[in-house]
């Protein structure tokens, strides 16, 4: 009679868990938080360099997350959709700061696996991307460290694709004058 | 440790602190999502929210009508003949997997597969015309039920939608019992 049986088990345990915390269940939503809470606090603490403020962004990003839940498309990455709330609120905090120059647009960032010449220390890579400008910083860590595209990551920062490769081909630059060695793209 | 790629970065890193319970304080029921929502509607949003409260309400005017039909007919049931009629259309499905309380609960779960496994029984004890009508109503709550669930499907926050098909189950379960009572009294006479 009704092939509602065959409708749910389409659904992930992921979608149920959006499902119940959209209707109000704070349990299922922790249970979400705990799922991506590392993602969302790595994505966060790169963008904005400071623990204290990657976690006041990890938990605006989870506040907003409840707030917007009703609106969440089960069928499109939670991850993604998550990732997408946690730039805005790192944006948002940054807002009050300097702003970038400009960058020209359509150069080339190069493909999304970042290789390097010899093998590095993870601390010494992670200064490095430390100390690249915010704008070039934000796009690497998109685009190299959690892969989204080049059009993504432009989208996640509200930047013209062209845009986000300049700063793609800047991060790469810097990155190569810090290492001391080239940094290229498989 | 080295690495040899930008990609080999780890992508989770664990904050200091559970940042947990400041969510749970911030989320408190005053900031309930589907209640935000409604307030916060573009207006494509605030369209497709009156296409879906159509749908609901015309799920609902279905039921009711499905109610009215049970409600009306039942009392009336005087004796036990009529021939076995199939209720393999009728026959309510299993409960959805959505996690509603109500519906997974398995004392809920319980009384309706036993409720179902008599249903075919007893609805030989009622009269032909009361029988007809009963699996009319059953056909309309699944028909409801099912549209609900679509309904669900595309909009899984909607509150209404959910409140919705929990009356459903609801009025099923009512329909259900109203027959296993009347079959009983009729056993009684």
């Known amino acids: 009679m009704t092939q509602v049986q065959a409708q749910h088990t389409q659904i992930d345990w992921e979608a149920g868990l959006v499902v119940r915390a959209s209707?109000?269940?704070?349990?299922?939503?922790?249970?979400?938080?705990?799922?991506?809470?590392?993602?969302?606090?790595?994505?966060?603490?790169r963008m904005t360099r400071d623990p204290q403020i990657a976690e006041d962004c990890t938990q605006e990003t989870f506040i907003n997350a409840w707030k917007a839940l009703a609106r969440f498309e089960t069928r499109s990455s939670l991850g993604t959709w998550l990732h997408r709330i946690a730039v805005n609120a790192c944006l948002a905090k940054r807002r009050k700061g300097a702003r970038e120059e400009p960058l020209p647009d359509d150069e080339d960032g190069g493909g999304a696996d970042w290789t390097l010449e010899t093998p590095v220390e993870v601390r010494e890579i992670e200064a490095a991307i430390d100390a690249l400008p915010d704008g070039a910083r934000d796009a690497l860590v998109l685009h190299a460290l959690y892969g989204y595209s080049h059009d993504e990551a432009a989208q996640m920062l509200g930047l013209a694709e062209g845009t986000c490769k300049a700063q793609l081909h800047r991060a790469r630059r810097l990155l190569r004058d810090r290492l001391g060695m080239g940094v290229g793209t498989a | 440790m080295k690495i040899k790629s930008l990609g080999e970065l780890p992508q989770d890193i664990a904050p200091t602190r559970d940042l947990w319970p400041q969510i749970a304080a911030q989320i408190a029921p005053s900031a309930h999502p589907t209640r935000l929502a409604v307030t916060k509607m573009t207006?494509?949003?605030?369209?497709?929210?009156?296409?879906?409260?159509?749908?609901?309400?015309?799920?609902l005017a279905c039921l009711a009508i499905g109610m009215w039909i049970d409600r009306s007919l039942l009392p009336l049931r005087t004796t036990n003949e009529g021939a076995a009629l199939s209720v393999s259309t009728a026959t309510p499905s299993a409960p959805a997997s959505l996690d509603v309380a109500y519906v997974s609960d398995p004392r809920y779960q319980r009384q309706r597969a036993a409720l179902l496994k008599t249903l075919q029984a007893q609805l030989n004890t009622l009269p032909p015309v009361t029988r007809t009508k009963v699996l009319a109503s059953l056909a309309t709550i699944g028909k409801a039920k099912k549209?609900?669930?679509?309904?669900?499907?595309?909009?899984?926050?909607?509150?209404?939608?959910?409140?919705?098909?929990?009356?459903?189950?609801?009025?099923?379960?009512?329909?259900?019992?109203?027959?296993?009572?009347?079959?009983?009294?009729?056993?009684?006479i």
């Open chain 2, 147 to 188: 549209d609900l669930e679509d309904a669900l499907g595309k909009d899984p926050g909607n509150a209404l939608l959910q409140e919705l098909l929990v009356n459903t189950y609801q009025d099923e379960m009512r329909v259900l019992t109203d027959v296993h009572s009347a079959s009983n009294a009729g056993e009684g």
């Open chain 1, 23 to 45: 209707g109000g269940d704070a349990r299922a939503f922790e249970r979400i938080y705990r799922e991506h809470s590392g993602r969302v606090y790595g994505l966060c603490l």
């Open chain 2, 43 to 59: 207006p494509a949003a605030a369209r497709t929210a009156r296409l879906r409260w159509f749908a609901a309400a015309a799920a």
